[in-house]
């Protein structure tokens, strides 16, 4: 019987069957090289070494080890504010003369300018006229004391001359205060009760503490007011702080006491310290809290406004698992990994989690558990072979 003819040509017929075959092929080459899903062709397979690669395979054994937090942050220099302080002008008038220059050392009391200053010579009007009448007011007094034993003066009187005394012996010591406040010294003061002439009618800016004059603001000429004038910053420079930055993990993890080490960057040894106060405030710009950090400065290294590198070393100690850094390697998505000995005796790739560094180990919150083994030293090593 014949067969109905095809309604398609020969040609097209023999074309088909060709893509057919082609079409099988490709599909059996993509399933026949493992017979497993593709994501399991890709999935790193265990290392295994030959004996004289394994030499330069270094291990170390996983166990909980005890450790102290290690907060690495940048920070500013500053003076200590319990060693220095700004110095206002303590009365009014034109700076007749300075007296020091800026870096200059400087004594407690010691005299940094001088002002010709009308309030000065009120002031020593003042004292002067106030001690004279104090010593007449007690003169009376002491008389009339001696008249009242007597009956020779009446109570009334005898009161009198005892309240007049006392309110002028209160308005002398009001005024003696003004020339301490003024920064008068005592030579002068002295003279002003001996009764004798007083030399100079300037005003004189004293140094409130001893230190380093680290900034005068003021000129010859200058016009100062009483109280708001600010005319010299004079600062203990031995003893420095340094502020350091914090953030998040780290709030709790500082304290105060806690030592520190101060680097400048120029290779020289760290400066110690320690912390003194950690602030309670997060600054709404920064999101970070300041601990404060007290160094020696006796050499003059650190400066004012000086950034400096800040390494603090928490004093409560930890327990968790440890890894020397150079264990830990990335993934092409930047995940980090260590190889461990599988029980195959070849090096599986193990995903873990980074906590903190301590100086050269990484703290591992996970993947890590007591025990493994964990290659330290030819981790690429272990990666070049996978990857090839």
């Not at 407690?108 to 003042?126: C, H, M, N």
């Not at 001690?131 to 009376?140: F, G, S």
């Not at 009339?144 to 034993?149: E, F, G, P």
Request: with cysteine; net charge negative; aromatic share 4%.
């Amino acid at each position: 019987m014949n067969k109905p003819a095809s309604p398609f040509p020969a040609s097209m017929r023999h074309g088909a069957a060709l893509a057919v075959l082609l079409a099988a092929a490709a599909l059996g080459a993509c399933s026949s090289n493992t017979g497993e899903p593709e994501s399991a062709a890709t999935t790193p397979q265990n290392v295994t070494l030959t004996q004289a690669q394994q030499q330069s395979i270094h291990l170390y054994t996983v166990e909980p080890s005890s450790y102290q937090t290690v907060i690495n942050t940048t920070g500013m220099v500053d003076f200590d504010h319990n060693r220095s302080t700004d110095v206002l002008a303590p009365i009014s008038g034109p700076v007749a003369k300075l007296l020091v220059t800026l870096g200059q050392t400087v004594k407690q009391g010691e005299a940094l300018a001088l002002v010709d200053s009308p309030d000065f010579a009120a002031a020593i009007d003042t004292y002067r006229k106030n001690l004279a009448a104090a010593k007449a007011a007690d003169q009376i007094a002491s008389t009339d004391r001696d008249l009242y034993a007597h009956q020779a003066v009446s109570q009334r009187e005898y009161a009198q001359a005892q309240s007049d005394a006392a309110g002028a012996d209160s308005d002398r010591d009001a005024a003696l205060q003004v020339l301490v406040g003024l920064h008068v010294d005592p030579k002068t003061i002295a003279d002003i009760q001996a009764g004798r002439p007083v030399t100079g009618g300037s005003g004189v800016i004293r140094a409130p503490i001893a230190g380093t004059v680290v900034v005068k603001s003021i000129t010859p000429g200058q016009l100062l007011s009483a109280g708001t004038t600010d005319c010299f910053t004079i600062a203990d420079t031995s003893k420095m702080w340094v502020m350091g930055q914090l953030f998040d993990r780290e709030f709790g993890a500082v304290k105060v006491g806690d030592p520190a080490e101060v680097e400048i960057g120029d290779g020289d040894k760290p400066i110690a310290g320690k912390v003194t106060n950690v602030g309670s405030v997060i600054d709404p710009n920064t999101r970070s809290a300041t601990a404060r950090v007290a160094v020696d400065n006796a050499d003059g290294v650190l400066k004012q406004q000086m950034y400096v590198s800040v390494r603090i070393r928490s004093r409560d100690a930890r327990t968790g698992i440890l890894v020397p850094v150079s264990a830990v390697l990335r993934d092409d998505e930047n995940l980090p990994f260590v190889y461990v000995v599988a029980q195959d005796g070849g090096y599986a790739r193990m995903p873990v989690t980074l906590g903190e560094r301590i100086d050269d180990r990484y703290v591992i919150p996970q993947g890590l558990h007591t025990g493994d083994k964990v290659v330290m030293d030819g981790a690429i090593f272990l990666n070049f072979i996978q990857t090839q």
